[in-house]
Structures are given as structure tokens and as C-alpha cells.
């Protein structure tokens, strides 16, 4: 590894570096001294057990989604739609949680994860079905899929889910079989952020190390050639986006069944987004999405004790987040025309696989 | 690997030569180690179409977008009106009263045709964009020149040809004399061919100049008045068009150099491994490009394809190899009917493919040399063992085949794309050949290979024939096939215009041939 290819892998570490530089021109024009800010930033998300629980609660429904994302990014695939599927995951969990009665937890937090998997799946199968056979861009189908998702589980806890006598929308206690188990006592981190890791490590391996990944890899990277290679490329683009929607799906099952123990209105304030910035930051590695997703957790976890304690608003944290993702985009753009420039292929490779059934180049 | 005839020396000083609209001298253009323009010299006589002939990666595109200000040549001058110029941009070019029509339109589909034509130049009545204005100034051209353009519509909803027309439109709008043509035909009907053929010689009759860029033989006997045929950056000849034949154009086309000195014994042909009939297929454009093709590939036998490019070769390839959809016909891979097998099948059942685009279907260029050596095997044993991927075999596969076949590489966890194009084709050969496969499509294998790469390559698919395999070589290079096929099938307008020992027939009527002048009954089999 050379240096220069050294320092493109971590881009996405100078991209959060920068931001973060930057981000203290944004403190000192809140009138406070960066230094401390952030310093109580990190003290807020790590150096007590209630900050590091916040920081827990945080990271696990960045972490689900921030996973499926990236797998579907692995396959070439933009999926936008991980707030959408987070809501159908909790939305599916919460059915099994609620009108599923007399299980023990063994088999009941599993079938409701289960359903919560199948839930966010389905809600992804639709644009991977528009785009294969109507050639539909998968980047506005799910975007707009979200809105479906958030708006009909409101309906639902608004009408035939909602707790009888409730002053907001939300739906009854789900059984407590179907409760996650808290891990560290008397705060609210739960065994999700538990599951997260088992498949964030689950996830790199079947990437890594297994034909189906190197086949999700392969359609990612060079449909065409995968293509030629005798990859079924439509079957193989329908799968990873199914198994980037469970992921998120999950994500949605780990907030109700861990966090809030029923199904809210409006219950994910934008995992699903988040969990964009955290693949692309994680280069859609999953082992790298670990690290995203905790970042982003214990900066969330942390903004409230700054805010708190310096009176710097949390909005900051957003800048910082928007600055990281706009200076690896902007550092993406500057690597690919080195590659333009150094290169010998003069042509993009083709990103669709609706193009990808053997076409010749003309000129 | 150069054509022998050198570039066409410079005529008599530009001084005095008040007939030319464009003088472009010794222009020479290089892209890294690519030598994309070898000294070009061209001149345009004003009112007459000039054709820029030549295969794709010729030259023609690059040295048009010299002329329009898209690169900086390395070294050469360009006169307009026999004044020195410097075209820094199309801005500059525009100015000289240069327009290019690229292959891509650059239209915005949802505006009108009027403001299509307007946009990103100065109002004449700022602040107004006065659209009545440019609308009548539109009519009035379309009306010149037969373009038959109607400045209100919509751009979205119009012909491909008609938004040709609309491009046109754009240049001389902008007072454009010098009209270059992108292969204008390439995306159009055959009507829609006709009618632009209408314009242009309106244009011309109008003392306009166009350069009409093509690597169709027919169109560019039709519309042209003198013709500059390029090959591998390089000027072949410039020639009035009067003075030519399709098969004199198709042989400087294709080239003629003699430099494989390729070992070759008889072939010992066996039974059919491959059995085309009647195949059609159809181009991307959706357009015949396989009008009905039958061949027979027999095992120990190399069967070259040969033919100027675009005339459904790579459309045959596909449709063998199961990647594109056969509209009609049949394929028979050692006597199974395969026609509506998927690509994995077919690849199972013995056929190898070395594509043309190395970049497109033949490599991932992200991935390691060693993934790229298992890309049609890393399921099944040994590279995939209980489930998971075997990466020590994986990589012990590639370093035996990175020694056999000789490929530069650091080591085989390198990307792909770091190699040369000669070991990045090595890579590929050395993937289809360890399948040991009993057909071998290999096509355009040494496109853009330097002697040795390309001797190297041509004799390993010896080898392979030797070996008992069934190789169809596809290629525009003439000399390679016939230097290394047993038999020659010459591929026209999707169609073949004969199967031929290549002893047999001499090189004016393979010209002949490859022009669709002179179409001969198949020789049956092999030697």
C-alpha cells in the first residue's frame, strides 16, 4: 500500500477531522471557548455511564441502518429509504409485540426481529422491483417511500394501534417477553446496540469472505462485467437491497423494543437520514460503519451535556455532520478525476444493471 | 504497430491556398503513453464536406476536439481563413465560426427549441431575451437549409434526427461556417440519414464546410467530396473521393501491416463445437445488427472474424456469449442448443469470451488481479470451501497463473486497474484459458496492445487451438486474422459476405468483401 493509497482509505477520518476544525469556528461564534466545548462534548458522551448509555442509544439504530446502507451501497445501489424501513421494521415488531402473547422472550424478541427484518425488507423489495423492470432510480423511490412509511405508522397509532385514552399517538406496552434487555442497569442501553455489532461483524464476513458477497461486490463495482461473468445481476441487486432494508428494518425493531417499548408517531428523528452520512463516512465497511455510528452517537449523546453546561446548541453537531459529509464528497470527486486523469479508461463503467444485460460501447 | 505509410506531408504553404476554410498541421496529441494524434495534417477546401474515415480510437474525435477547443494539441498549428490561430476553447472556436455536433446531444429536454438555441449566449436586446426575435432569425434558417425545424417545441418531444437538426440549428445560429459532424449517423434511421444527407449538401450548396466524421464506408462515399482516412492516430492518405473504391477505403481502414511473424501448424479440425444458424440480433439502439449469421466452429480450428468495425461483430459476440437476446436463430454449443441459456450456463458448458471492452465486461477494474482471476469460479470448489470464499487458494491461483502467463504484476492483491493494458488483457487470457474451454470467443484481443503483448496473445489462442479448442477470433485487424485463422468469415452490415480459407482469395477481393461489394458461398469446413 502506497502512501498515497494510505491516506485516500482514510479520507473519511480527515474528512470528520476538518469538520470538526471547522466546527469550532461555530462555537467560538456562539461566544464559547472551543477547547471546552469540546471537551465537555466528549466528557458528556463517554466519561459517565449515563453519557456512555445516551452514547449506546444513539449509535444502535445508526448502526442497523448505517449497515444496511452500506450493503446496498456495496451493490451499487443508493438507498435513501432507511428512515422508511426503519419504520416499517418497528412497525413489525410492535405487531408481534403487541397481539403475539405467552411466548418466552427466547423466541419472542427473535420473531419480532425477525418480522422487523421482513417488514423493512418488503418496504425496500418495491424500489429494487421499479428499478429492475421500469428502470425507476432507487435514490427518489425510497427517498419517497420514507414519507409512506412515516405517515402510515402514524395513521396506525393514531387509529386502530393507539392506546385507548393515550393523550399522544402511540400504541400499548408491548409484552414484555418482547422487550430487549437492558445491559447496563439503571440507564436505557440496551442488548440492540449488542445485536448491531454481532451483525455489523456478520455482515463484513459475508461481504469479505463469501461468494454471495463477492457477487454483491462484483455487481457493485462492474455490473456489465459481472454480468459476463454469469452473475445473475437483477436477482443479486433485489437481495442486497431486501437485506439493506431488514437491516434498517431492524434498526426501527431495536428503538421499540428496546427503547420505547411501544410504537410512537414520528418515533425515528431521522436515524434513517443519519444513517446515510454514516455509511458514505464509513465507505460502506461495515467495520467502518461501526465507527461512524458510534461517532456520530457519542456526538449526539454529547451535544446535550454541552449544550447544557456551555450553551453551545446542538445544532453545531449538524454543521459538523453536514461539514464531514461535504469534504468527503468534495474529496471523492477530487480522487475520482485523479483517476480520470491517470487512468486509461476514459468512459464511467456503467453504474445500472438495467444496462448491464450486454451491451456494446458505441465509440 | 504503425501503419507503413507515413503521414501525408504538409501541401504547399498555407499562403496562397485561399480555397481552405481549415489548415491543421503536424498536430500532435498525446494522452499519458497513448498517441492519440501523430503528426495530423488536414486540409478543408471551403464548400465541400470532408469525411474523416477510421475505425473506433482512430484519432477522429480527438483531433475534432482539438479543432473545437476541448484539448490543447501537444505540438501542430491550426489555420482558419489562412489566419494562424489558437483555439483555447470552443468559446475561441465558436468565435472562428467552428461548430460541432457531438455524438451526445447537449439539449435541455425541456425547453423549447428557441431557447435551446439562445441559451448561454448574450440577449441581443439585454435585459429582454426577445424570444420572437430568435424565432423568426430559427425559421428563417430552417427554412435555408431544409432543416424543417418548428422553434416552439418542445425538445423532449422530438425525433432523435429532429434533435440533430436542433443541434445543427445551435451552430449556425451562431454563425458557424465550419460545421464538424460527429458520426452523425450513428444514432439515426436510415431515413433520418437520408434526410440529413439533404441538409448537408443544402449547407454545402450554401458555401458552408463540413467535416463529416464516420467509419461508414457507404455514407461517406455518398456525402463527401474528399476523405482522410485515420488509422491508429495517423493519417493513411487523404484521397478525393472520386478516386476511391469501398474496398481500396476498407484496406486503408484496416490497415495492412505485416508484423506477427506467429509459428502455426495445419489445423487438426475435429467435430462442430459451436453451431450458429440464422442468428439475428438486434443493436442497442434496437436496430438489426445480426441479420442472420450461420456458421460452423469446428474443435482444433480458429475461425477469424474479420470486417470494419460496426458491423454487427460485437453484437454476434454478445449473442453467442448469452448477453444479448437473440430475436431469431439458433446456437449449438457442442451439440447442445444453448440460444436460451444464461451466460452462466453457457460458460459451464465450455465457452470462454474474451470481450473488446476490457474496461466494461472483461474486468472489474476495482477489484484485486487475483478476484479478477476467479470472476466466473469463486462459488464453486476450491475457491469457495464450506461456504466461504478460500482467499489463500484464491491468491495461489493467481500467482501460478500470473507465472505461466507471464502478467507484470507487484503482487495479486494489486487492482487491476494499475495494470498496462497488455497485462490487463493477460489477465483475462489467462482467466478463460484456465477454464480450458472448448469454444473461445476471443474478440479484438489486441486492441491497443504493443507487438509483443499482442504476438504473445495471438499465440497462446494457437496454443489453445492446438490443445483441441474451438477458436472464433473476431477482429478488425485484417493482417491478425489472416494471419492467424484457419478460415475467414468477413462480417458486413451484420450479415457474411463468405467463409474463406485464407490462401484462397486475395486481398483486393477481401476489401471487396469487407465493402459488401462481393458476397461468396461458405467453404463448409475447415482444411
Known amino acids: 500500500m502506497t502512501i498515497r493509497t494510505a491516506a485516500l482509505r482514510l479520507l473519511p477520518v480527515w474528512a470528520v477531522l476538518f469538520a470538526l476544525l471547522l466546527g469550532m469556528f461555530f462555537v467560538l461564534l456562539a461566544g464559547v471557548n472551543p477547547i471546552e466545548a469540546y471537551r465537555d462534548l466528549l466528557r458528556g458522551a463517554l466519561a459517565d455511564v449515563f453519557g456512555f448509555a445516551t452514547t449506546l442509544v444513539k449509535t444502535t439504530p445508526l448502526l442497523f441502518a448505517g449497515l444496511g446502507v452500506a450493503v446496498a451501497l456495496r451493490a451499487g445501489l443508493i438507498n435513501i429509504g432507511a428512515e422508511g424501513q426503519i419504520y416499517l421494521g418497528g412497525l413489525a415488531a410492535a405487531l408481534v409485540g403487541l397481539y403475539v402473547r405467552g411466548l418466552p422472550p427466547l423466541l419472542h424478541v427473535p420473531l419480532a426481529m425477525l418480522a422487523a427484518f421482513v417488514g423493512g425488507g418488503a418496504w425496500a423489495l418495491l424500489p429494487a422491483l421499479l428499478r429492475l423492470r421500469r428502470g425507476v432510480s432507487e435514490i427518489i423511490t425510497t427517498l419517497l417511500m420514507n414519507y409512506i412509511g412515516l405517515y402510515f405508522v402514524g395513521a ?62 462484483m455487481v457493485g463495482a462492474n455490473p456489465s462485467a459481472a454480468a459476463y461473468a454469469g452473475v445473475n445481476v437483477g436477482q443479486t441487486v433485489i437481495i442486497a437491497m431486501v437485506v439493506s432494508g431488514g437491516l434498517a428494518g431492524l434498526g426501527g425493531a431495536s428503538e421499540v423494543m428496546g427503547l420505547k417499548h411501544r410504537l410512537f408517531d414520528a418515533f425515528s428523528p431521522g436515524y434513517g437520514y443519519d444513517a446515510i452520512v454514516v455509511a458514505f463516512l464509513g465507505a460502506g465497511q461495515p467495520l467502518g460503519v461501526v465507527a461512524t455510528a458510534f461517532f456520530f452517537g457519542a456526538l449526539r449523546s454529547g451535544a446535550n451535556i454541552m449544550q447544557r453546561s456551555q450553551g453551545v446548541p446542538v445544532a453545531v453537531i449538524f454543521a459538523i455532520q453536514g461539514l464531514a459529509v461535504l469534504f468527503l464528497a468534495a474529496s471523492l470527486a477530487v480522487r475520482h478525476r485523479i483517476f480520470r486523469w491517470g487512468g486509461r479508461s476514459r468512459q464511467p463503467v456503467a453504474a445500472s444493471p438495467a444496462q448491464a444485460a450486454g451491451v456494446s460501447d458505441p465509440e | 504497430m504503425i501503419g507503413r505509410e507515413g503521414p501525408v506531408r504538409p501541401g504547399p504553404s498555407p499562403i496562397g491556398q ?39 480510437g482512430a484519432g477522429k474525435t480527438s483531433l475534432m476536439n482539438i479543432l473545437y477547443g476541448l484539448y490543447q494539441p501537444d505540438d501542430g498549428r491550426i489555420w482558419v ?31 423549447t427549441v428557441v431557447e435551446n438555441v439562445v441559451l448561454g449566449l448574450r440577449p441581443r436586446r439585454p435585459p429582454f431575451l426577445d424570444l420572437a426575435a430568435a424565432e423568426d432569425e430559427i425559421t428563417g434558417i430552417s427554412k435555408t437549409y431544409g432543416l424543417d425545424v418548428n422553434p416552439r417545441f418542445r425538445v423532449m418531444g422530438l425525433s432523435v434526427g429532429m434533435q440533430q437538426r436542433v443541434e445543427i ?202 478476484e479478477n482471476l476467479v470472476m466466473k469460479t469463486f462459488a464453486a470448489p476450491p475457491y469457495t470451501r464450506r461456504g466461504f470464499l478460500d482467499r489463500r487458494t484464491i491468491a495461489e491461483h493467481a500467482e501460478s497463473l500470473v507465472d505461466q502467463f507471464d502478467i507484470r504484476v507487484h503482487s495479486v492483491q494489486q487492482q487491476a486497474r494499475e495494470l498496462s493494458g497488455g497485462n490487463q488483457q493477460k489477465v483475462i487470457l489467462a482467466r478463460e484459458v ?30 489453445q487451438r492446438d490443445r483441441g479448442a474451438a477458436v472464433l477470433y473476431i477482429s478488425t485487424e485484417l493482417e491478425e486474422v489472416i494471419t492467424i485463422s484457419d478460415r475467414v468469415a468477413v462480417m458486413f452490415a451484420g450479415e457474411l459476405m463468405g467463409i474463406i480459407r485464407p490462401g484462397d482469395i486475395s486481398h483486393a477481393e477481401l476489401g471487396l468483401m469487407m465493402a459488401g461489394a462481393l458476397r461468396l458461398k461458405p467453404a463448409a469446413g475447415p482444411a
Open chain 1, 156 to 217: 396506525l397509532v393514531s387509529g386502530p394501534l393507539k392506546e385507548p385514552g393515550a393523550p399522544y399517538p402511540f400504541s400499548p406496552p408491548l409484552a414484555p417477553s418482547a422487550y430487549l434487555p437492558t445491559i447496563i442497569a439503571t440507564t436505557d442501553a440496551h442488548a440492540g446496540i449488542l445485536i448491531a455489532l454481532v451483525l455489523a461483524v456478520v455482515t463484513y464476513i459475508v461481504l469479505e469472505h463469501t461468494p454471495a458477497g463477492f457477487q454483491v461486490r
Open chain 2, 18 to 56: 485561399a480555397m481552405d476554410v481549415l489548415r491543421m498541421e503536424e498536430i500532435t496529441k498525446r494522452f499519458g503513453p497513448v498517441v492519440a494524434n501523430d503528426r495530423i495534417t488536414l486540409a478543408v477546401r471551403a464548400g465541400t464536406v470532408h469525411a474523416l474515415l477510421g475505425e473506433n
Open chain 2, 81 to 111: 481563413r489562412d489566419q494562424p490561430v489558437r483555439i483555447r476553447s470552443p468559446r475561441d472556436a465558436i468565435r472562428l465560426g467552428i461548430g460541432m455536433i457531438h455524438q451526445q446531444f447537449t439539449l435541455v429536454p425541456q425547453l
Open chain 2, 169 to 370: 440549428l445551435k451552430a449556425l445560429y451562431r454563425g458557424a461556417d465550419l460545421l464538424i459532424l460527429d458520426e452523425p449517423t450513428s444514432v439515426l434511421t436510415p431515413a433520418e440519414t437520408e434526410a440529413l444527407f439533404e441538409v448537408i449538401n443544402s449547407l454545402v450548396a450554401d458555401g458552408k464546410s463540413v467535416i463529416f466524421i464516420s467509419h461508414k464506408l457507404e455514407e461517406v462515399l455518398r456525402i463527401s467530396q474528399a476523405i482522410t482516412v485515420l488509422r491508429r492516430g495517423r493519417i493513411v492518405a487523404t484521397v478525393p473521393t472520386t478516386d476511391t473504391t469501398p474496398s481500396d477505403l476498407a484496406r486503408m481502414m484496416v490497415g495492412r501491416d505485416v508484423v506477427f511473424r506467429v509459428l502455426k501448424t495445419p489445423a487438426h479440425a475435429a467435430g462442430p463445437a459451436l453451431e450458429v444458424t440464422d442468428l439475428r440480433a438486434a443493436s442497442d439502439q434496437s436496430y438489426p445488427a445480426v441479420k442472420g449469421v450461420t456458421f460452423r466452429l469446428f474443435r482444433g480450428e480458429i475461425l477469424g472474424i474479420a470486417g470494419v468495425d460496426g458491423n454487427g461483430q460485437a453484437e454476434l459476440a454478445e449473442a453467442i456469449a448469452g448477453l444479448r437476446p437473440v430475436s431469431a436463430g439458433q446456437v449449438r454449443l457442442n451439440g447442445l442448443e444453448v440460444t436460451s441459456w444464461p451466460p452462466k450456463a453457457r460458460i459451464t458448458a465450455g465457452l470462454g469470451f474474451i470481450p473488446a471492452d476490457r474496461y466494461r465486461f472483461g474486468l472489474v477494474p476495482d477489484f484485486t488481479v487475483a
Open chain 2, 434 to 463: 484456465s477454464l480450458t474451454p472448448t469454444v473461445i470467443i476471443a474478440m479484438q484481443p489486441t486492441r491497443g496492445l504493443d507487438v509483443g503483448a499482442s504476438e504473445y496473445i495471438l499465440r497462446e489462442l494457437i496454443a
